[in-house]
């Protein structure tokens, strides 16, 4: 009778490598939330229930919603798309790495609500604050992927420690801005907004300093 052989992983069944199914199953159910928080966005847009005539002027109602959707969308994607350069970096997950995650798509999947209460009140320090709060937390919790890889060594290859340090100064200091936006939501809202549209700029700065051969690791 022919016996299976398995193949142990580093650190025994806690870490699981890229090419397990427990990896596999991590990567597709982070995609899976990114892909319905970004279309459950849509329906933050209200369709306008009103007599013909009165459709050019209720479309025009619906631009302040229509440009928080945008933005949502714009920032939810390029959460999912450094998800997924740290994801091909990993070279396998363990217990923390799936806590995080987990519990950073949690936040990802509550987008949805923020951005439907900030589409009605977009110029309401109580909308801006809350919706700019969230996309702090999900910077923090990427740099916290990011820590925690380095911390148990699960890249594919090493990161050099200055390049490491300066990853994490480049997502630190974009949550750092977008920390800047939720004090300015007290007293400019929609200033503010635009803060988060350009939050992504210094941490492409800093990135783009590191050696080429990591310049697009995250």
């Known amino acids: 009778m022919a016996t299976t052989q ?6 025994g069944d ?28 849509v329906l933050t847009v209200d369709v306008p229930d009103v007599p013909g005539s009165e459709l050019a ?14 933005l949502a969308f714009a920032l939810v994607a390029s959460q999912w798309y450094a998800h997924r350069k740290l994801f091909q970096r990993l070279a396998f997950t363990e217990p923390v790495i799936t806590s995080i995650n987990l519990a950073w798509l949690g936040l990802v999947a509550l987008v949805p609500f923020p ?26 919790g990427y740099l916290a992927l990011i820590v925690r890889g380095q911390a148990v060594g699960a890249w594919t290859e090493q990161l050099p ?17 977008l920390l800047a936006g939720v004090a300015l939501a007290f007293w400019f809202p929609l200033f503010a907004l635009l ?24």
């Open 6 to 11: 398995f193949r142990p992983t580093p650190g």
């Open 14 to 41: 806690q870490h699981h490598g890229r090419d397990s199914q427990e990896f596999t199953r991590l990567v597709n159910l982070s995609d899976a939330v990114f892909a319905i928080a970004m279309t459950l966005l």
């Open 57 to 70: 002027s209720a479309l025009v109602a619906d631009l302040p919603q229509i440009g928080a959707y945008a």
């Open 115 to 140: 951005t439907s209460v900030l589409g009605a009140h977009p110029t309401e320090t109580a909308a801006v604050v809350p919706f700019l709060s969230l996309f702090v937390v999900l910077t923090l």
């Open 161 to 177: 420690t200055p390049v490491y340090r300066r990853t994490v100064r480049a997502f630190a200091i974009g949550a750092a801005t």
């Open 195 to 218: 803060v988060a549209v350009l939050q992504s700029v210094p941490v492409i700065l800093v990135l783009h300093r590191a050696p080429a051969a990591y310049r697009n690791w995250f």
